[in-house]
């Protein structure tokens, strides 16, 4: 009984240490998933926000999903998640204190912004739009590649 306990505590163990280490490639998949529903959140947001569309009512809940993807920033670019299909450049790996500069940046715009919505302050939202986009493009500007066709 004690050795079956032993040896099912080991599995967990094992299994619960695996289930942490992703794939470089499935690190990179992830992070474009997160990357790709942030853009997204930033759209739409935009697009309620100047009114070309009619759904106020989703507004908090896309700056709320913007933050999350805002927190998890720092989580993004795990070592070893440089190679394979990315357009993420090695200055995020080679400059790491930098870069955290630049998620913290995007943490706390991304919050900003959410917060600004909880206030439906028009004037305040549209003053926490522009550190969003300016963290974007600070980001992309420097840590990652050209577009180009993958």
């Given at each position: 009984?004690?050795?079956t306990l032993l040896i099912s505590s080991?599995?967990?163990l094992l299994a619960a240490a695996t289930a942490h280490a992703a794939t470089?490639?499935?690190a990179?998949?992830?992070r474009k998933a997160v990357m790709s529903?942030?853009?997204g959140h930033i759209n739409a947001i935009t697009l309620i926000f100047t009114g070309r569309v009619e759904h106020e009512k989703f507004l908090l809940s896309h700056a709320e999903a913007l933050a999350v993807g805002g927190?998890?920033?720092g989580v993004l670019f795990p070592a070893g998640s440089d190679v394979g299909r990315t357009e993420a450049l090695p200055a995020i790996w080679q400059e790491p204190e930098k870069?955290?500069?630049a998620v913290e940046q995007s943490r706390l715009a991304t919050a900003g912004l959410r917060d600004a919505i909880r206030t439906g302050d028009k004037a305040a939202i549209g003053k926490a739009m522009k550190p969003v986009a300016d963290s974007?493009?600070?980001c992309h500007d420097r840590y990652r590649k050209e577009e180009q066709s993958m």
């Open positions: 009984m004690r050795r080991a599995a967990l470089p490639e499935d990179i998949k992830y529903t942030m853009a927190e998890q920033m870069f955290a500069k974007c493009k600070g």
